[in-house]
Structures are given as C-alpha cells and as structure tokens.
C-alpha cells in the first residue's frame, strides 16, 4: 500500500527528455510485474499423485507511447528458457519486443517479436488471464519475430497481415519428434496469416477470425484456420473458440510424443473447441466454467502411423475468483480442473499409454504496477 502511494508522478524528465535536451518527451509508459502462483493437489486416474507450490508465471512488462505515432511493448517471462535461439538471435524467454509505428490514423505497422495473429479469445487475452490452456494453444509458438500490418477500415471492422517466423530455433530443436529421411530446412521459413477482427453492437459481440500458412521445411507446409467468437457485456464474458490445424510435419508434436519412434508422424490434423462462460456477479467475486474438446488424427498414412483418429481429450475447469480490492489486478482463486483422454486403436497399436489428470489450485494472480 505504502508503494502504490509513492509511484512516479512525472515530475522529474526521463531519461530521454534529458537526453534530448527536452526535445524528445515521453507521452505514457506502463511498467508492471505480474505474477501467478499457486498451491496444488495434483491427481491421477483419482490419485492423488503429488502437492507443490508453483510459480506458474512470472513476467516483466514495460509498454508505452513516446509519442502520437510510436509506441513500444516488452515482456519477459522468468519461467521460459534463457539462451538465445539460432534463427531470431533472441531469448524464448522474451515474448514481446516490438514498436508500432502509425503510418496514419487507421494504418499501424508492428515490427519486433510479437504475436502470431491467430483467431479465437483465450489464444490473444494475456497469459495471465488464463489459469489453463487448451492443448491446441498450449502447443503454438505463438511469439515470433516479424512484420504486420493492421488496418482499421471503420472503427469496427480490422484486418492484419502478418509476415513472421515459423519457427524460433533450427529446424532440429523445433520437430524433436525426428524428422523423415530427407527432409531438408526452408529457406523461408515463414508464417502468414490474415486476420479479421470486426465488432457489433457496440463490441458487445466480437469475431476474431485468421487464416494462416506456415513453410516447415522444404515441400512441407502447415495451415491454420481459427476463429474466436465473444459476447462481452456487463459481468458476463463467454466465447466460442474453434481451432483447426493441418500438418504436413507434426510441429504440435501431440501425436508424435504419444510413443518413441525413429521420427515423428507426417500429414497430422488437430481440432480444438473451448467453451468458457465468465460472470462477476459480485463487485469483488467473478466465477467461471470453462470447457474444451480436442482430437487428433492422421490425415494420411506414412512410416508407423496409420491413417485415422489416435487421441481425443477434454477438459473441465471451474474456478472461483476473489478480488480484495476495488479496480485492482488482485484476485485469489480455488480452481478444479480434469482433463480426460480417450486413445484409440491407432494410437493403442503403437503401444501409447495416458492418463487422465485433474487438479485443485489455490492462488493468486497479481499484476503489480
């Protein structure tokens, strides 16, 4: 409380007003520190199978304006991997480090490591917001180095293009799986999408849509096609995601992780639906439940992995959330969480073996400015 009552309050010049002999001001800048932690029971088949204490995450964010055309985001995750990977030349353990640039009033370039500009809700709502992540999310190295453009048509309508990075590192360190005989690195290894952002009744209800084309390696592509459909209004938040993804080199690795093998699965399919229904129904309590049905399949035939469905997957989440203090980023949580997994004869035939898993967690989540 007392920190809260001391923060900066602009009167002193920054560094780069001083710099500048007060020729260049900084309009706005936000520094906060966020933190996620949490005490678990974990559980198997029933079981209980261990407690802990976790760190889930821990990131640094510094954002701003320096002035009405030139904006900047960072964040740092202290919970990632630190050495810099071969291909951005930069920490996995940093996800954001871009600047916009207004070109006009309706038309932003974003360059650095931003976001791949995938559809649907719980894929582009700050990680922290999120106790738990659908596999389908969970697998995307979503955090890229590269280009977008985004232009606002109307105040209600958006579209995005975006030029990124497939991939972080070397081909080796992205499909640990194995790589078939051959297959040899893209010279372009890029991911392309388009995104289309539009919002009715005065964003009450929103639509997050992206197609998106990624190069894997030579002759090998991967394509998205993901969608999120949001109802804000009030207390209430739920939406609809729908994640779809075709795979001609498994870079989810879902399937591929199912048993050891020589090399990874080939001509792989994943799709995701998450259901989530959020209600503050009170000034200091928020409630949700939250659903998601996932499968995985074979599109075509190749090495050990026969052609058909091998995994299907779901999870239950409900949570109750307690916020101490009025407008603030403070909340305690008690969350239950299962998550089931069906294998069948495909996957059973390669002799993969999964459990079914479910959690209880009390924590809080704190974004500190």
Not at 140 to 168: D, H, K, V
Not at 250 to 257: E, F, K, R, T, V
């Amino acid at each position: 409380a007392t920190a809260q009552e001391n923060i900066y309050d602009g009167s002193q010049p920054t560094l780069v007003n001083r710099l500048t002999d007060g020729k260049v001001d900084i309009k706005h800048v936000d520094v906060n520190f966020q933190v996620f932690t949490s005490a678990n029971a974990n559980f198997i088949d029933n079981e209980l199978e261990n407690m802990d204490f976790k760190l889930n995450r821990v990131k640094l964010e510094i954002k701003g304006d320096v002035n009405n055309w030139f904006s900047y985001h960072y964040r740092q995750s202290f919970n990632k991997y630190s050495d810099p990977y071969s291909l951005d030349n930069l920490s996995s353990s940093v996800e954001l480090a871009y600047v916009n640039l207004e070109v006009t009033p309706q038309f932003i370039i974003t360059t650095g490591k931003h976001a791949l500009a995938l559809g649907g809700y719980e894929y582009y709502v700050n990680p922290i917001k999120v106790r738990e992540f659908s596999e389908f999310n969970n697998q995307i190295s979503c955090y890229q180095a590269g280009i977008s453009g985004t232009w606002a048509i109307t105040p209600y309508q958006e579209l995005c293009f975006q030029i990124m990075n497939n991939r972080s590192g070397s081909i080796e360190e992205t499909f640990v799986g194995g790589l078939p005989e051959g297959v040899e690195a893209a010279k372009v290894p890029f991911f392309y999408s388009l995104n289309w952002n539009s919002f009715y009744f005065d964003k009450v209800l929103q639509l997050r849509y992206a197609l998106s084309m990624a190069e894997q390696a030579k002759g090998y592509r991967s394509f998205y096609a993901t969608c999120g459909n949001v109802i804000e209004t009030g207390p209430v938040i739920t939406y609809l995601d729908l994640m779809y993804t075709r795979q001609e080199l498994d870079q989810h690795g879902i399937i591929s992780n199912l048993v050891e093998t020589e090399r990874g699965a080939c001509n792989t399919e994943y799709f995701s639906a998450i259901a989530d229904f959020d209600y503050r129904f009170h000034d200091h309590w928020n409630a949700y439940v939250k659903g998601t049905y996932e499968i995985g399949r074979v599109y075509k035939a190749n090495g050990a992995y026969n052609k058909g469905l091998y995994r299907r997957s779901w999870n239950a989440q409900a949570c109750v959330e307690y916020f101490p203090m009025k407008n603030s980023e403070l909340l305690i949580f008690l969350l239950y969480s299962y998550r089931g997994v069906k294998l069948e004869k495909n996957a059973l035939q390669l002799g993969a073996v999964e459990s079914d898993q479910s959690r209880i967690s009390l924590g809080f989540v704190y974004s500190i400015p």
